[in-house]
């Protein structure tokens, strides 16, 4: 578990539930645009569904 990785998204197979950590060791954040110039354009791309 990853202490400084914060992920309250309880679908992720990562996510650990009860203390609302990222179990991976690193992620991965992309972008769908060639700027990113606002939250709804980067992602967690390490996300997989539980």
């Known amino acids: 578990m990853n202490m400084s990785i ?5 679908e992720c197979k990562y996510n650990n ?3 609302k950590y990222c179990m991976l ?3 991965k954040v992309v972008k ?4 990113a ?4 354009i980067t992602d967690c791309s ?3 569904m539980r």
């Open 46 to 48: 390490s996300f997989e």
């Open 25 to 27: 060791n690193k992620i």
């Open 32 to 35: 769908h645009d060639g700027i």
């Open 6 to 10: 914060e992920c309250e998204v309880t």
């Open 37 to 40: 110039n606002n939250i709804e």
């Open 17 to 19: 539930e009860l203390e």
